[in-house]
């Protein structure tokens, strides 16, 4: 599995920096503006020079409304700004066609700049609450569109988890669906060590958390700690080698 972290500005990437050898993707967002809030332009380029060259970047677009275009324009800015992995909150799309016309629109914009960008199409675990798409539909959607992985996360951020929505069998599924259409699958939401066992059972490619991480665990007040990271890497890596399955050599 690999450890995506969002500090919420330059400060705290420094601090990500710090631990730069337990994670393996910064991702820029802004928690105050929603799960998937997205930061400034100079932000992410700050971050993106803050940090290890060869540590990718992730930046968040936002919780996004369906206006294909305007969402296209923004994914844009984001890779213009030094962000090689671009996620799309489809917070707006209450059809699984509107969130495919969406993301469309972002892999054109974000690929005809950089083909080697990475473009992640994310829904919500607590879709019920907001009215956006089902959550197992994100794989297809993902497909459909063109993206590289799909990613769900919770979109009301009141100290519930993944898991309270959808359980580990359902997160399963979703990450089997995502596999089997040739997708990365990524989990966040409230994500904590506890339920690393779960998420490395599933074969969750991407773990993505910020409260976890953070002083107090609280992902507004708190802020990144290096030996929290440290920490939570070497949990999550010993629950990988404990699911990892050993295939006897031929004799």
């Known amino acids: 599995m690999l450890l995506l972290i969002s500090p919420d500005g330059v400060d705290e990437a420094l601090d990500c920096a710090k631990a730069a050898e337990h994670l393996d993707i910064v991702d820029v967002?802004?928690?105050?503006?929603?799960?998937?809030?997205?930061?400034?332009?100079?932000?992410?380029?700050?971050?993106?020079?803050?940090?290890?060259?060869?540590?990718?970047?992730?930046?968040?677009?936002?919780?996004?409304?369906?206006?294909?275009?305007?969402?296209?324009?923004?994914?844009?800015?984001?890779?213009v700004s030094g962000a090689t992995y671009i996620k799309v909150g489809l917070y707006g799309c209450s059809t699984p066609e509107q969130a495919v016309d969406v993301m469309r629109g972002v892999v054109r914009a974000v690929k005809d700049h950089r083909p080697d960008a990475f473009v992640v199409a994310s829904g919500y675990a607590d879709a019920h609450r907001i009215g956006c798409v089902n959550p197992l539909a994100l794989p297809d959607i993902a497909r459909r569109s063109g993206s590289d992985a799909a990613m769900l996360d919770t979109a009301v951020k009141d100290g519930t988890r993944l898991f309270d929505h959808l359980p580990p069998d359902v997160c399963g599924e979703f990450?089997?669906?995502?596999?089997?259409?040739?997708?990365?699958?990524?989990?966040?939401?409230?994500?904590?060590?506890?339920?690393?066992?779960?998420?490395?059972?599933?074969?969750?490619?991407?773990?993505?958390?910020?409260?976890?991480?953070?002083?107090?665990?609280?992902?507004?007040?708190?802020?990144?700690?290096?030996?929290?990271?440290?920490?939570?890497?070497?949990?999550?890596?010993?629950?990988?080698?404990e699911h990892t399955v050993t295939v006897p050599a031929a004799s």
Not at 41 to 69: M, Q
Not at 207 to 234: I, T, W, Y
């Open 175 to 241: 990450v089997r669906r995502a596999h089997d259409a040739g997708l990365l699958a990524a989990l966040a939401g409230s994500v904590k060590t506890g339920d690393l066992g779960d998420l490395a059972r599933i074969g969750t490619d991407i773990v993505g958390v910020r409260g976890a991480v953070c002083e107090g665990g609280d992902r507004n007040a708190g802020r990144v700690q290096p030996h929290l990271v440290a920490a939570f890497r070497a949990e999550m890596d010993r629950h990988v080698r």
């Open 29 to 79: 967002k802004k928690p105050d503006e929603g799960s998937l809030g997205a930061n400034f332009p100079w932000v992410i380029r700050e971050i993106r020079a803050a940090i290890p060259a060869d540590k990718p970047l992730s930046a968040t677009v936002g919780d996004v409304p369906y206006k294909p275009g305007t969402v296209a324009q923004a994914a844009l800015g984001a890779v």
